[in-house]
C-alpha cells in the first residue's frame, strides 16, 4: 500500500467531518450515515473518540438493561433497541442494523395484512379455541367445578 494515499485519504475523511453536510456519510453518497456529534466535538479528534466511548458505554447500559427485561417484567426489546438508537446516533454498524430491522418489521407488517395469511391466522386462532373450549368442556363434565388440588378449609 502507499502510505501517501493512506494519509490523503484520512485527510479527505476528516474534512468531511468537519465541512460535510450531516446528512450525506463518510463515503459522500448521502445516505445519511456517520457520527451525529456535533461539529465542534467531531473537528478535535480526541473529545470526538471521547464522545464515541460515551455513546458506546450508554448504548451498552440501556442495551444490557433490556436484556435483563426479557426474562423479568418490562419491555425489553424496546429497550434494547432503544440502545441500538443510542448507538446509531454515532456508529455506522448500527444504523445499518436499524436500517435492515426498520425493513424486516416492515415486511412483517406487509406480510401479517395479507388477506390470505389474515385468514389462516383466523382460522388458526378459531381451531386453536375450540380445541382448548373443548378440553375445558370435557374437564368440566369430568370433574365439575373441582380443582385438581387439595386446599384446606381453615
Keep these: 500500500m502507499n502510505t501517501g494515499s493512506d ?9 468531511d467531518r468537519v465541512d460535510g453536510d450531516r446528512s450525506e456519510g463518510r463515503d459522500g453518497a448521502g445516505d445519511g450515515l456517520g457520527s451525529r456529534a456535533p461539529r465542534f466535538v467531531q473537528s478535535r479528534r480526541l473529545l470526538h ?18 436484556i435483563i427485561m426479557l426474562p423479568l417484567p418490562g419491555p425489553g426489546w424496546v429497550v434494547i ?14 444504523q445499518l442494523v436499524l436500517r435492515w430491522t426498520k425493513r424486516k418489521v416492515t415486511e412483517a407488517a406487509q406480510r401479517a395484512l395479507d388477506p ?15 380445541i382448548i373450549g373443548a378440553l375445558a368442556g370435557t374437564y368440566l363434565w369430568k370433574f365439575g367445578l373441582v ?8
Excluded at 473518540?49 to 438493561?65: P, R, T
Excluded at 385468514?119 to 375450540?130: A, E, P
Design 7 to 15: 494519509e490523503s485519504s484520512e485527510a479527505v475523511v476528516a474534512a
Design 49 to 66: 473518540l471521547s464522545w464515541q466511548v460515551g455513546v458506546f458505554v450508554l448504548g451498552l447500559a440501556v442495551v444490557v438493561a433490556g
Design 81 to 94: 433497541f432503544g440502545g441500538m438508537a443510542i448507538w446509531a446516533t454515532e456508529f455506522v454498524w448500527a
Design 116 to 130: 390470505r395469511v389474515r385468514r389462516r391466522n383466523i382460522t388458526l386462532t378459531v381451531i386453536g379455541l375450540v
Design 147 to 154: 380443582m385438581p388440588w387439595k386446599i384446606k378449609d381453615q
